[in-house]
Protein backbone atom coordinates (compact mmCIF):
# COMPACT_ATOMS: atom_id res chain seq x y z
CA UNK A 1 0.00 0.00 0.00
CA UNK A 2 1.14 3.49 -1.23
CA UNK A 3 1.80 5.51 2.07
CA UNK A 4 -0.92 8.06 3.39
CA UNK A 5 -3.28 5.44 1.40
CA UNK A 6 -5.03 3.41 4.47
CA UNK A 7 -7.59 6.46 4.66
CA UNK A 8 -9.57 5.52 1.81
CA UNK A 9 -10.07 2.06 3.45
CA UNK A 10 -11.30 3.37 6.79
CA UNK A 11 -14.46 1.52 7.46
CA UNK A 12 -17.51 2.51 8.57
CA UNK A 13 -19.40 1.71 12.22
CA UNK A 14 -21.08 -1.34 9.63
CA UNK A 15 -17.96 -2.74 8.79
CA UNK A 16 -16.44 -2.56 12.05
CA UNK A 17 -19.77 -4.71 13.75
CA UNK A 18 -19.23 -7.20 10.64
CA UNK A 19 -15.71 -7.63 11.49
CA UNK A 20 -15.99 -7.92 14.80
CA UNK A 21 -18.67 -10.15 14.25
CA UNK A 22 -16.47 -12.45 12.39
CA UNK A 23 -14.07 -13.05 15.55
CA UNK A 24 -13.90 -16.57 16.50
CA UNK A 25 -12.44 -16.08 19.70
CA UNK A 26 -12.41 -13.51 22.31
CA UNK A 27 -8.83 -12.88 21.74
CA UNK A 28 -9.68 -12.13 17.67
CA UNK A 29 -11.82 -10.24 19.00
CA UNK A 30 -9.27 -7.74 21.51
CA UNK A 31 -6.82 -7.98 18.47
CA UNK A 32 -9.51 -6.42 15.91
CA UNK A 33 -10.45 -3.82 19.11
CA UNK A 34 -7.15 -3.30 19.97
CA UNK A 35 -6.39 -2.00 16.43
CA UNK A 36 -9.57 -0.26 15.28
CA UNK A 37 -10.28 1.64 18.91
CA UNK A 38 -7.17 2.50 20.01
CA UNK A 39 -4.84 2.68 16.63
CA UNK A 40 -2.00 0.22 17.87
CA UNK A 41 0.24 -0.84 14.84
CA UNK A 42 0.78 -4.85 14.24
CA UNK A 43 3.90 -4.57 15.33
CA UNK A 44 2.56 -3.31 18.87
CA UNK A 45 -0.42 -6.03 18.91
CA UNK A 46 2.48 -8.75 18.22
CA UNK A 47 4.68 -7.79 20.80
CA UNK A 48 2.22 -6.59 23.52
CA UNK A 49 3.48 -7.94 26.64
CA UNK A 50 2.02 -8.21 30.19
CA UNK A 51 4.05 -5.71 31.28
CA UNK A 52 2.94 -2.98 29.07
CA UNK A 53 0.13 -2.57 31.43
CA UNK A 54 -0.75 -0.04 34.12
CA UNK A 55 -4.09 -0.19 35.02
CA UNK A 56 -6.43 1.19 32.34
CA UNK A 57 -3.56 2.46 30.36
CA UNK A 58 -1.41 0.20 28.14
CA UNK A 59 2.32 1.67 28.09
CA UNK A 60 4.25 1.00 24.77
CA UNK A 61 7.81 1.11 25.67
CA UNK A 62 10.53 2.33 23.28
CA UNK A 63 12.55 -1.40 23.00
CA UNK A 64 12.09 -4.65 25.20
CA UNK A 65 13.75 -7.77 24.33
CA UNK A 66 12.30 -9.87 22.51
CA UNK A 67 13.05 -13.77 20.71
CA UNK A 68 10.70 -13.65 17.99
CA UNK A 69 12.59 -14.30 14.58
CA UNK A 70 12.36 -10.87 13.55
CA UNK A 71 13.99 -9.22 16.62
CA UNK A 72 16.97 -12.22 16.93
CA UNK A 73 17.68 -10.53 13.64
CA UNK A 74 18.10 -7.41 15.43
CA UNK A 75 20.13 -8.41 18.43
CA UNK A 76 17.25 -9.43 20.45
CA UNK A 77 15.67 -6.26 21.14
CA UNK A 78 11.70 -5.35 19.58
CA UNK A 79 11.74 -1.32 19.27
CA UNK A 80 8.74 1.28 18.77
CA UNK A 81 8.74 2.74 15.97
CA UNK A 82 10.03 6.04 16.92
CA UNK A 83 10.22 7.64 20.17
CA UNK A 84 6.91 9.17 19.64
CA UNK A 85 5.47 6.01 19.46
CA UNK A 86 6.87 4.93 22.87
CA UNK A 87 3.68 6.22 24.73
CA UNK A 88 0.76 5.53 27.00
CA UNK A 89 -2.46 5.03 25.95
CA UNK A 90 -6.06 4.94 27.97
CA UNK A 91 -8.14 1.90 27.42
CA UNK A 92 -11.90 1.60 27.43
CA UNK A 93 -12.72 -0.60 30.42
CA UNK A 94 -14.11 -3.34 28.70
CA UNK A 95 -10.75 -3.73 26.47
CA UNK A 96 -8.57 -2.97 29.38
CA UNK A 97 -10.07 -6.22 31.51
CA UNK A 98 -10.18 -8.62 28.91
CA UNK A 99 -6.55 -7.60 27.96
CA UNK A 100 -5.63 -8.24 31.20
CA UNK A 101 -7.19 -11.74 31.91
CA UNK A 102 -5.37 -12.40 28.49
CA UNK A 103 -2.02 -11.52 29.82
CA UNK A 104 -2.40 -13.03 32.99
CA UNK A 105 -2.98 -16.56 30.91
CA UNK A 106 -0.07 -15.12 28.69
CA UNK A 107 2.16 -12.68 29.98
CA UNK A 108 4.16 -12.88 26.71
CA UNK A 109 1.37 -12.01 24.43
CA UNK A 110 -0.11 -13.05 21.18
CA UNK A 111 1.80 -16.01 19.74
CA UNK A 112 2.03 -14.96 15.83
CA UNK A 113 3.96 -12.94 13.80
CA UNK A 114 3.23 -9.48 11.95
CA UNK A 115 3.25 -11.38 8.86
CA UNK A 116 0.61 -14.14 10.30
CA UNK A 117 -1.17 -10.59 11.80
CA UNK A 118 -1.81 -9.41 7.88
CA UNK A 119 -3.50 -12.90 7.27
CA UNK A 120 -5.60 -12.55 9.90
CA UNK A 121 -6.92 -9.30 9.29
CA UNK A 122 -7.15 -10.54 5.30
CA UNK A 123 -9.19 -13.53 6.51
CA UNK A 124 -11.69 -11.69 8.68
CA UNK A 125 -12.10 -8.99 6.38
CA UNK A 126 -12.93 -11.67 3.82
CA UNK A 127 -15.00 -12.91 5.74
CA UNK A 128 -17.09 -10.06 6.48
CA UNK A 129 -17.21 -8.85 2.67
CA UNK A 130 -14.93 -6.41 3.53
CA UNK A 131 -13.05 -6.11 -0.16
CA UNK A 132 -9.89 -3.74 0.88
CA UNK A 133 -8.59 -4.30 4.27
CA UNK A 134 -5.36 -4.42 6.05
CA UNK A 135 -3.63 -3.82 9.48
CA UNK A 136 -2.68 -0.28 8.54
CA UNK A 137 -6.51 0.34 7.42
CA UNK A 138 -7.69 -0.61 10.65
CA UNK A 139 -5.23 1.72 12.65
CA UNK A 140 -6.84 4.74 10.04
CA UNK A 141 -10.11 3.89 11.28
CA UNK A 142 -9.08 4.58 14.47
CA UNK A 143 -7.19 7.81 13.79
CA UNK A 144 -10.92 8.72 11.90
CA UNK A 145 -13.23 7.83 14.65
CA UNK A 146 -11.13 9.38 17.34
CA UNK A 147 -10.76 12.53 15.17
CA UNK A 148 -14.56 12.63 14.42
CA UNK A 149 -15.28 12.31 18.20
CA UNK A 150 -13.42 15.43 18.57
CA UNK A 151 -9.91 14.43 19.68
CA UNK A 152 -7.29 18.10 19.04
CA UNK A 153 -4.18 16.84 16.75
CA UNK A 154 -1.62 16.87 19.08
CA UNK A 155 -3.52 14.25 21.26
CA UNK A 156 -4.04 12.60 17.99
CA UNK A 157 -0.74 12.56 17.30
CA UNK A 158 -0.05 11.40 20.61
CA UNK A 159 -2.39 8.45 20.67
CA UNK A 160 -1.50 6.92 17.37
CA UNK A 161 2.57 7.40 18.42
CA UNK A 162 3.06 9.76 15.57
CA UNK A 163 6.46 11.78 15.37
CA UNK A 164 4.92 14.55 12.87
CA UNK A 165 1.98 16.54 13.81
CA UNK A 166 0.82 17.08 10.26
CA UNK A 167 -1.19 13.38 9.91
CA UNK A 168 -3.47 14.45 12.76
CA UNK A 169 -3.96 17.52 11.42
CA UNK A 170 -4.92 16.03 8.05
CA UNK A 171 -7.35 13.45 10.28
CA UNK A 172 -8.87 16.65 12.30
CA UNK A 173 -9.44 18.88 9.65
CA UNK A 174 -11.19 16.45 7.37
CA UNK A 175 -13.42 15.15 10.29
CA UNK A 176 -14.21 18.81 10.91
CA UNK A 177 -14.95 19.40 7.18
CA UNK A 178 -17.64 16.62 7.08
CA UNK A 179 -19.04 17.96 10.53
CA UNK A 180 -19.32 21.41 8.69
CA UNK A 181 -20.57 20.22 5.37
CA UNK A 182 -23.11 17.77 7.14
CA UNK A 183 -24.65 21.36 8.89
CA UNK A 184 -24.17 23.47 6.02
CA UNK A 185 -26.60 21.05 3.77
CA UNK A 186 -28.75 20.59 6.50
CA UNK A 187 -29.13 24.74 6.75
CA UNK A 188 -29.07 24.79 2.97
CA UNK A 189 -32.09 22.33 2.44
CA UNK A 190 -34.31 23.70 4.91
Not at 84 to 113: C, D, V, W, Y
Not at 126 to 131: H, M, Q, S, T, V
Request: charged letters at 25%; one cysteine or more.
Amino acid sequence: MKRGASEKYVLSDEQIHSILAEAQSEEEKLILELMVYLGLRASEIVHLRATWLHGDELNIPRTQPCDCSSCREKGGVWSAKSDAAARSIAMPKAIQERLTQMLLQSPKGFSFTRQALWQKVKRWGKRAKIKMIYPHALRATAATRLAERGMSAPALAYTLGWTNISMAWHYVNIAHAKAEAHQQMRRIME
